[in-house]
């Protein structure tokens, strides 16, 4: 029986890769400061597009941005309930959909979208080890 063949392959700098590609997943999972500004970016526009009759709607507009998201949140159980129903609609009571903070967040994508390309961009340039 003829004896088995074997290639052995070394990568030069693999260990450097893999350590900087771990590091680069670390970054991505930490977009805190660009889901920040988008929250910021979209929260402004969703507080001054917010329909009125009190003003409470609007100023219950908060814009938060975590390690994971980004997130613009209107009303409160509490204080301002009739948000949902406003933005999404009730069509039991006959209440159509106004959906202004999806609209807040369409509208000023030219905005936020560049500070997730920088972030990622910065991310990208730091993996070393690749052409």
């Known amino acids: 029986m003829p004896a088995k063949a074997s ?6 700098g693999l ?7 771990r590091q680069a997943g670390d970054d991505l999972s930490d977009l805190k400061d660009a889901h920040q500004r988008a929250a910021y970016i979209v929260g402004l526009r969703a507080e001054s597009t917010a329909p009125r009759r009190t003003g409470r709607l609007a100023g219950s507009v908060k814009g938060r ?7 613009v949140t209107a009303g409160s159980r509490a204080r301002v ?25 369409q509208d000023t994508e030219p905005l936020w979208l ?9 991310i990208v340039a730091k993996v070393k080890g690749t052409l």
């Open 65 to 71: 941005g975590t390690k994971n998201a980004a997130g």
């Open 15 to 21: 260990a450097q890769l893999r350590r900087t590609l």
């Open 81 to 105: 309930p009739y948000a949902p129903p406003i933005h999404w609609g009730w069509f039991r009571r006959g209440i159509s959909a106004n959906p202004w903070v999806s609209r807040a967040a």
């Open 7 to 12: 290639v052995a392959v070394e990568v030069e």
């Open 114 to 122: 560049p500070a997730y390309s920088a972030e990622l961009d910065d």
